[in-house]
C-alpha cells in the first residue's frame, strides 16, 4: 500500500471513529447535564458493568480472526463457522450470567431492570465487532468506518430528539430501551453479514486465492483454544482501563461515578487515536508482517513508536490548560469536581500511546499469551490499587491508579519486546 493510499485509509477510520467517538462524548454531555451526576453515575456503572458481559461474548473471536487469517491467508475460512457456534455458545451463557446478575441485591429495582435490557446491547456489539474484522480483512476501510459510527451515532441521534425535540425527559430504563433497540437492529444486519463470510464469501486482501482449503476444519473446543488469549485480554484491558466506574460507585457512590465518568469519557474520545491505527488498520498488516516482512514490521514499530509518544505528550499538555474550560463548557459548573480528575488522567496519555504502539507487537505469532499474563499482573495491580485509593480519596485515588498501572504495563511491554520480538535488531 502506497503512502498515500495508507494515509488515506487511516484518515477514513479517524474520521468515522472521531464522528462515533464524538457522537458517544455528546450523548454522556447530554445525559450529564439533563440528569445531574448521582443519575448518571448510575447509568454509566450500569454500561460499565454490562460491557464487562459483553468482552466475554465471543471471548476474543473477531480479533483472532485477524490473526489467523494473517498466518493462514485463505485457509483461515475454515474457522468461521466454528468460531461462530462458539459465539452462539456465549452468547447464550452470557444471557443467563446477566439475568442472574439483575437479580443481585447490589443492585436496586431500576439497576436490574436497565442491565437486562442491556443484554440487547451485547449482542449488537459482538455482531459489530465481528462485521468490523470482516471490513478489516477486506481492506474496504470506507465500509469499516461507517460501520462502526453507525451504532453510536443513531443512539445520539434517538437521545437528541428526544431531549431537545419532543422535549421528552428520559429515565434510566428509557435509554436502556434505546441502547437495547440499537442493539438489536445491529444483530440482524449483522447476522446477515457474517452468514455471507460463513459461506465463503470474502474478499480477502494480501493473500493469493487458494481453490479448497487442505487443513482439516477445527470444531468449538479448538476455537476456543485459539481465542480464549485475545478474550482474557480483553478483560484484563478493562479492568484497568474502566473498572474504576464500577469500583467508584460501590465504593464511594453514584455521584462520584458521575464525576469520573466524564473525566473518563474525554480520555477515552482521545484514546481512539491509538485504538484506530493500531487495532483497525496496522492490526492485519502486523499479523502478515510478523510471519513475512519483518524488517517492514520493526521499521513501522520504530517510528509508531516515536509518533504516539510525541502526540500523547502534546494533548497531554493541552488537557492541562484546557481542563477547566473544556468541562465548564462542554458539562456545567456541576462538574467542577472532574477537573482535577481529567488533569490526573492526562498523564497517561503519552504512557498509554507509547503501551498501544509497543504492546501491539505482542499480538503477533505465539507472543499472545504472554501479552495476556502481562495484562492480568497489571489488572491484579489496579484492582488493589482501586480498593486502597478509591476507599482513601474516592474517584481521585481511581485516577491515580489508572496512571500508575499503566505505566507498569508499559514497562511490562517494552521489557518483552525488546526480548522477545525484536531480539536481533
Not at 491467508?73 to 475454515?78: F, K, L, Y
Not at 434517538?158 to 431537545?164: A, E, G, K
Not at 480483553?234 to 484497568?240: E, K, Q, T
Not at 464525576?259 to 493500531?278: D, E, G, K, R, S
Request: aromatic letters at 14%.
Amino acid at each position: 500500500m502506497s503512502a498515500i493510499k495508507a494515509l488515506k485509509s487511516v484518515s477514513l477510520l479517524w474520521v468515522g471513529s472521531l464522528l462515533g467517538s464524538g457522537s458517544t462524548f455528546a450523548i454522556y454531555t447530554i445525559l450529564a447535564r439533563e440528569m445531574g451526576p448521582e443519575i448518571f453515575g448510575v447509568f454509566s456503572s450500569a454500561l460499565a458493568t454490562i460491557t464487562i458481559f459483553s468482552l466475554l461474548a465471543g471471548f476474543g473471536v473477531s480479533q483472532f480472526w485477524l490473526k489467523v487469517f494473517g498466518e493462514e491467508g485463505w485457509e483461515g475460512v475454515r474457522w468461521i463457522k466454528p468460531s461462530l457456534l462458539f459465539v452462539l455458545l456465549t452468547l447464550l451463557v452470557i444471557t443467563v450470567i446477566v439475568f442472574l446478575f439483575s437479580l443481585l441485591s447490589i443492585n436496586d429495582n431500576v439497576t436490574g431492570k436497565l442491565i437486562l435490557l442491556l443484554v440487547f446491547y451485547i449482542y449488537g456489539h459482538i455482531s459489530v465487532e465481528l462485521v468490523a474484522s470482516k471490513f478489516q480483512l477486506e481492506e474496504k476501510y470506507s465500509s469499516l468506518a461507517l460501520w462502526k459510527l453507525l451504532p453510536n451515532f443513531i443512539r445520539f441521534i434517538f437521545i437528541l430528539c428526544c431531549y431537545y425535540i419532543l422535549n421528552i425527559s428520559l429515565s434510566l430504563l428509557d435509554l436502556g430501551l434505546i441502547y437495547a433497540f440499537v442493539g438489536l437492529i445491529f444483530t440482524v444486519l449483522g447476522v446477515g453479514k457474517l452468514l455471507e463470510m460463513s459461506s465463503g464469501n470474502l474478499d480477502l486482501k494480501g493473500h493469493l486465492a487458494i481453490e479448497k482449503s487442505k487443513l482439516r476444519k477445527p470444531n468449538i473446543i479448538a476455537v476456543f483454544k485459539e481465542v480464549w488469549p485475545f478474550g482474557v485480554a480483553n478483560l484484563f484491558a478493562f479492568i484497568y482501563v474502566q473498572s474504576d466506574i464500577i469500583m467508584v460507585k460501590y465504593i464511594s457512590g453514584d455521584t462520584q461515578a458521575g464525576y469520573y465518568n466524564v473525566a473518563f469519557v474525554i480520555l477515552t474520545a482521545i484514546l481512539i487515536i491509538p485504538t484506530i491505527l493500531f487495532g483497525k488498520f496496522l492490526m492485519p498488516k502486523y499479523h502478515r508482517w510478523a510471519n513475512h516482512n519483518k524488517e517492514k514490521f520493526y521499521d513501522t514499530y520504530k517510528k509508531s513508536n516515536f509518533v504516539m509518544i510525541l502526540t500523547g505528550l502534546v494533548i497531554m499538555i493541552l488537557l492541562f490548560f484546557l481542563a477547566n474550560i473544556l468541562i465548564s463548557l462542554v458539562f456545567g459548573s456541576d462538574y467542577a469536581s472532574s477537573i482535577n480528575l481529567l488533569k490526573i488522567l492526562a498523564l497517561t496519555l503519552p504512557i498509554s500511546f507509547l503501551a498501544y504502539s509497543i504492546g501491539a507487537t505482542l499480538v503477533t505469532k505465539e507472543h499472545m499469551k504472554l501479552k495476556v499474563l502481562l495484562m492480568g499482573v497489571t489488572a491484579v495491580i489496579n484492582i488493589l490499587l482501586n480498593v486502597i485509593l478509591i476507599s482513601k480519596y474516592g474517584a481521585e485515588g481511581a485516577a491515580v491508579s489508572t496512571v500508575i498501572s499503566n505505566l507498569i504495563l508499559l514497562t511490562l511491554y517494552f521489557a518483552v519486546v525488546k526480548k522477545r520480538i525484536f531480539i536481533k535488531t
